[in-house]
């Protein structure tokens, strides 16, 4: 069964890893706007080459461009049974844009999900993670404990720069400076939003966010 959905959450509560859930489950793409900007740049379509002037000059990419990315996936053929927009949109002039989008092919969204943790949890999360520099391992320190040494090619681990605890209360805050808005935007809409409990094994909110849309589907 297709569905069209949308999944938001703070960094570090899993929707990157949830979305993909989703996506199998549904047998959908999971539309990640970071996945299309690199798609785009490495095919040299137009709209990539409008992408590429802004990265070159290091400047953000305005929301027509992101939203002409996201109009293309949706049709294309993978997104043609629905989708799952993972990260998008991010404000409400981006919500107002994808509204005007999916209005014009005839289409409305099924849910928008909003994963929630406390941001004590997440700070704990991303600031605790490690990556190995040699063969790209991702851990945390609740799995290595303190050791430096990659489990899987003894290789040293780091701690990358924006997962430092004071980057990330930061990047936590900018979140919810920007969210704030668009979750009352999608919970004054006719689709309405779904906050689902983040904290857990990836397991148990999988299956929370799979019963949270069949519990919607029956009431529907």
């Known amino acids: 069964m297709g569905v069209r959905l949308i999944i938001m959450g703070p960094p570090g509560v899993g929707k990157g890893t949830q979305g993909e859930f989703l996506a199998e489950r549904f047998g959908v793409p999971r539309l990640s706007t970071g996945d299309m900007i690199r798609a785009a740049l490495k095919a040299g ?15 953000l990419v305005p929301d027509e461009v992101v939203l002409g990315l996201v109009a293309e996936a ?16 991010r404000t409400v002039p ?8 999916l209005t014009a092919r005839g289409i409305g969204l099924d849910a928008v999900l909003s994963l929630e943790a406390p941001e004590e949890e997440l700070v704990d999360r991303i600031s605790g993670r490690r990556v190995c520099g040699a063969c790209g391992l991702v851990t945390h320190v609740r799995a290595v404990g303190e ?29 919810g400076a920007q969210t704030e808005p668009l979750l009352a935007y999608y919970a004054r809409s006719e689709t309405g939003l779904t906050a689902v409990d983040g904290t857990g094994t990836l397991e148990a909110v999988r299956d929370r966010l799979f019963e949270t849309l069949r519990t ?4 529907g």
Do not use: W
Request: some cysteine; proline content about 3%.
């Open 45 to 59: 379509t137009a709209l990539g080459e409008r992408v590429r002037d802004y990265y070159e000059a290091g400047e």
């Open 74 to 89: 949706i049709d294309g053929s993978e997104a043609s049974g629905g989708f799952v927009l993972d990260g998008f949109p």
């Open 94 to 101: 981006q919500a107002d844009g994808l509204g005007e989008l």
């Open 147 to 175: 050791a430096a040494a990659c489990p899987a090619c003894v290789a040293t681990l780091v701690q990358r720069s924006d997962d430092r605890a004071e980057t990330v209360r930061n990047r936590l805050a900018v979140y």
């Open 216 to 219: 919607a589907e029956m009431a």
